[in-house]
């Protein structure tokens, strides 16, 4: 089973969620990352993702094959992420059959209504919780 986590910019959120995910997935489950600059995927790999790889053509390959993909909300936003989420990825995020696990955070373009105005941190530790729920109804 294949985790991937997406990343841009410094690679923070993508980073925390690997941190979390790393010691608590069960055998069998691979976290693999992608980082929009390799600033994000060194944060992610360093993290504890099995492998890590950057750009838009690694993103494309790895979210073809991925069970379950997770990020900040962004990742499926052409242009977000200060202008690093191409529309090419944020498609490919998108049109993906897996899973997606999004962290919400507001953007300087787009704004998320109806949401509580929660520190980052308890989002990010939903997103873990959830994921791991996820994975153990997961057959395969």
Do not use: Y
Request: aromatic content about 2%.
């Amino acid at each position: 089973m294949l985790v991937l986590v997406i990343d841009g910019m410094g690679g923070g959120i993508g980073a925390q969620l690997v941190s979390q995910l790393s010691g608590q997935v069960a055998a069998g489950v691979e976290i693999v990352c992608v980082g929009t600059n390799a600033w994000a995927t060194q944060s992610m790999v360093k993290a504890g993702a099995t492998r890590g790889a950057t750009g838009e053509n690694a993103l494309k390959v790895m979210a073809r094959s991925a069970d379950l993909i997770a990020g900040p909300i962004g990742i499926i936003i052409p242009n977000a992420l200060m202008g690093e989420i191409t529309p090419v990825m944020a498609e490919a995020i998108s049109l993906s059959a897996a899973h997606k696990i999004l962290v919400p955070v507001n953007q300087g373009h787009f704004e998320i209504v109806g949401m509580e105005n929660r520190p980052l941190v308890a989002n990010i530790r939903d997103a873990v919780a959830r994921i791991l729920e996820i994975l153990a109804g997961m057959k395969r």
